[in-house]
T-cell receptor, first 116, second 112 residues
Framework: KAGVTQTPRYLIKTRGQQVTLSCSPISGHRSVSWYQQTPGQGLQFLFEYFSETQRNKGNFPGRFSGRQFSNSRSEMNVSTLELGDSALYLC???????????????FGSGTRLTVV | GDSVTQMEGPVTLSEEAFLTINCTYTATGYPSLFWYVQYPGEGLQLLLKATKADDKGSNKGFEATYRKETTSFHLEKGSVQVSDSAVYFCALSEGGTYKYIFGTGTRLKVLA
């Protein structure tokens, strides 16, 4: 079955612009999470959605936002881009039987965002 | 808050050597523990997991045992291959929170 699909794979934006990244989870998965990966900070949790509702949010400024659609596809948006937003953004999805961490998330290959 | 500490890398081994990557955690509750692997240019792949104390996760020759008394989840493999070269991440998830806290990752390089 198809894995988690993230688009685009690579993106170059200018400081001050905004960007939207897309994530299509594995069919049947309803939980979608987003992570930012940088060499300095490692992997940091951004937010998690389930059935179009944000259930958890990490410690990122309000410039980072997301949403989930009725088909479980998710988007994240970063407004007013800063140089420090350059990172690999990873999306992960999980099956409905993820309860109390019995399961595990399946990650996509990520979108590499470069802000210049 | 909760945290995960991994040994610093890189770890360089010869093929067929024994591998140990240390991971310790701090958590207020009873987390589940995971090892993920990331190959160059790719996302993270779940390698193994353990959901309660004394559980042993295993996959592809890798093993890790959930040790509550030492708050550890060390990754081991008896005989590494060149194809095991990657970055390994230890992670925890508190029950019901649906988010991971990751360690900083340990880069493994296996030489032929």
């Amino acid at each position: 079955k198809a894995g988690v699909t993230q688009t685009p794979r690579y993106l170059i934006k200018t400081r001050g612009q905004q960007v939207t990244l897309s994530c299509s989870p594995i069919s049947g998965h309803r939980s979608v999470s987003w992570y930012q990966q940088t060499p300095g900070q490692g992997l940091q949790f951004l937010f998690e959605y389930f059935s179009e509702t944000q259930r958890n949010k990490g410690n990122f400024p309000g410039r980072f936002s997301g949403r989930q659609f009725s088909n479980s596809r998710s988007e994240m948006n970063v407004s007013t881009l800063e140089l420090g937003d350059s990172a690999l953004y990873l999306c992960a999805s999980s099956s409905p039987d993820w309860q109390h961490s019995y399961g595990g998330y399946t990650f996509g290959s990520g979108t590499r965002l470069t802000v210049v | 808050g909760d945290s995960v500490t991994q040994m610093e890398g890189p770890v360089t081994l010869s093929e067929e050597a024994f591998l140990t990557i240390n991971c310790t955690y701090t958590a207020t509750g009873y987390p589940s523990l995971f090892w993920y692997v990331q190959y160059p240019g790719e996302g993270l792949q779940l390698l193994l997991k353990a959901t309660k104390a004394d559980d042993k996760g295993s996959n592809k020759g890798f093993e890790a045992t959930y040790r509550k008394e030492t708050t550890s989840f060390h990754l081991e493999k008896g005989s590494v291959q060149v194809s095991d070269s990657a970055v390994y991440f230890c992670a925890l998830s508190e029950g019901g929170t649906y988010k991971y806290i990751f360690g900083t990752g340990t880069r493994l390089k296996v030489l032929a």
